[in-house]
Each structure stands twice: as structure tokens, then as C-alpha cells.
């Protein structure tokens, strides 16, 4: 009986040294890349118009998106149709309150309650296209116009990112 012991002991520690070596070794796999951080998008509201600055983004790299340290490198793109990520900053220089409308291709979002001579902040995910950007109880403010492009780049460059 003593014999078989150690055969079988020999045995599970032959195993499970080949169990162990089974998962060593190198692996081949893409990375994906790393996603875009949020692109800020400044809105303001007045009596008679509503101003977006920048009024086109992902249509390339955009220079705002790199921290300083990392200006001369490259942004990668990605090749990918995902929608792209976008905050609103919203201020509402009326004495009307209201809320931020967007509406274009598969979209239409509104933002939380825009107080009164207030800001408020909106984030969505929009797909490439023309978006209208309009103020809900503000009706003699001017829409604007918002472009989205396809372009998407990689935050691969950027350190210091949460």
C-alpha cells in the first residue's frame, strides 16, 4: 500500500507541474486602445441666441484634448463608429430658467433644470452628424448648430488621465 502512495504521489505532482507549465508562455492579443477622454463643449444661452464653441468636433485631432506635457505627440485614431463622448457646459445668462435641449441623428437629450442666470453640465454619447442645440423655455433664442465628425482618437498618450 505504501508503494502506490508514492506513485500516486509522484503522479499529482507530475500533473500538476504540467497543469502549472500549461499556463506559462507568451500570449498574443491586440490591445485595444485606450478611449478618447470626454470632449468639452462650451454652451452659452442669451435673450437672442445660443452660442456653441467649438461648433465642429471629431472632425481630427483636436489640439484642446492633449495636456500640455504631450502637445508635440501624436494622437492615435481609433477605428471605430462608437459614438463620441461629449460634456456640455451649459451657462444660462437669462432670467428665464429652462433646460438645454440636443437633438440630431438618434439623439435627443435634455439636460437637468438650467436655473436662472445658472450653469449646469450634460453628458451624452452623439454619433456622427449635425445636432441642433436650442434652450426649451427660451423660445427667441437662436439654435445653434453643432457638427460631429467621425474621427476618434486614443487617450494612449495622454498620462496623468484618471
Same mark, same amino acid.
Given at each position: 500500500?505504501?508503494?502506490?502512495?508514492?506513485?500516486?504521489?509522484?503522479?499529482?505532482?507530475?500533473?500538476?507541474?504540467?497543469?502549472?507549465?500549461?499556463?506559462?508562455?507568451? @500570449?498574443?492579443? /491586440? &490591445?485595444?486602445?485606450?478611449? =478618447? #477622454? +470626454?470632449? $468639452?463643449?462650451?454652451?452659452?444661452?442669451?435673450?437672442?441666441?445660443?452660442?456653441?464653441?467649438?461648433?465642429?468636433?471629431?472632425?481630427?485631432?483636436?489640439?484642446?484634448? @492633449?495636456?500640455? /506635457? &504631450?502637445?508635440?505627440?501624436? =494622437? #492615435? +485614431?481609433? $477605428?471605430?463608429?462608437?459614438?463620441?463622448?461629449?460634456?456640455?457646459?451649459?451657462?444660462?445668462?437669462?432670467?428665464?430658467?429652462?433646460?438645454?435641449?440636443?437633438?440630431?441623428?438618434?439623439?435627443?437629450?435634455?439636460?437637468?433644470?438650467?436655473?436662472?442666470?445658472?450653469?449646469?453640465?450634460?453628458?451624452?454619447?452623439?454619433?456622427?452628424?449635425?445636432?441642433?442645440?436650442?434652450?426649451?423655455?427660451?423660445?427667441?433664442?437662436?439654435?445653434?448648430?453643432?457638427?460631429?465628425?467621425?474621427?476618434?482618437?486614443?487617450?494612449?498618450?495622454?498620462?496623468?488621465?484618471?
Amino acid at each position: 500500500m505504501g508503494r502506490w502512495r508514492g506513485k500516486i504521489a509522484g503522479a499529482c505532482a507530475l500533473g500538476s507541474l504540467a497543469f502549472a507549465m500549461t499556463g506559462c508562455g507568451a @500570449q498574443e492579443h /491586440q &490591445n485595444d486602445p485606450r478611449p =478618447q #477622454p +470626454p470632449t $468639452r463643449v462650451s454652451v452659452s444661452i442669451t435673450e437672442d441666441a445660443i452660442t456653441v464653441i467649438p461648433d465642429r468636433i471629431a472632425v481630427g485631432p483636436e489640439p484642446t484634448q @492633449q495636456i500640455p /506635457q &504631450n502637445a508635440h505627440a501624436g =494622437q #492615435p +485614431p481609433v $477605428r471605430s463608429n462608437a459614438p463620441l463622448d461629449v460634456v456640455f457646459v451649459t451657462a444660462n445668462l437669462t432670467d428665464d430658467a429652462s433646460r438645454l435641449e440636443v437633438r440630431g441623428p438618434e439623439t435627443d437629450v435634455s439636460s437637468e433644470p438650467l436655473i436662472a442666470n445658472g450653469a449646469v453640465t450634460l453628458q451624452t454619447a452623439l454619433p456622427a452628424g449635425i445636432y441642433r442645440i436650442s434652450a426649451e423655455d427660451i423660445p427667441s433664442a437662436e439654435p445653434a448648430r453643432l457638427a460631429v465628425g467621425p474621427y476618434r482618437s486614443s487617450s494612449e498618450n495622454d498620462v496623468l488621465l484618471p
